[in-house]
């Protein structure tokens, strides 16, 4: 099979910066290197809460990603609401990745599981 000339360079670039880009984030850990994108949030919530990004039900955990409040007063949610129920979808979502910083995909963990994050 004939690979494109334009193609090929591609690959040459990537070949260069790949390096570059594994050297910047070594040590990093993944969840702290890039944010996490919307879909793998909204998917997650409508796991944890039908999508309900407004989900008081009971449990002792709210809003679409069902945190705990200790857990939102310590990812500093309560710059936007006093509770994650209360806050908006961009809100909560701010507060994930930051709770996903500090303890990873294990926090929210069987859905992130059956979502494919563990």
């Known amino acids: 099979m ?7 360079r591609g690959l ?16 990093t ?7 996490t994108s919307d879909l793998v949030w909204d998917r ?14 009971g449990n002792g955990y709210y809003g679409g990603l ?5 857990t939102w007063r310590e990812a500093g949610g309560l710059r936007y609401a006093d509770r994650p129920d209360h ?12 709770i996903l910083r500090l303890q990873g995909w294990q926090a929210w963990g069987g859905c992130a599981r059956e979502i494919g994050m563990l």
Request: aromatic share 4%; charged share 20%.
């Open 2 to 8: 004939r690979i494109p000339r334009s193609y090929g």
């Open 12 to 27: 040459a670039v990537l070949g260069l910066l790949l390096p570059a880009a594994v050297a910047l984030t070594a040590g």
């Open 29 to 35: 850990p993944a969840a702290a290197r890039q944010s």
């Open 44 to 57: 997650l919530a409508d796991c944890e809460s039908d999508g309900d990004w407004q989900a008081d039900t």
């Open 66 to 70: 069902q945190i705990w409040p200790p």
């Open 87 to 98: 806050a908006g979808r961009r809100q909560q979502i701010t507060v994930g990745e930051e």
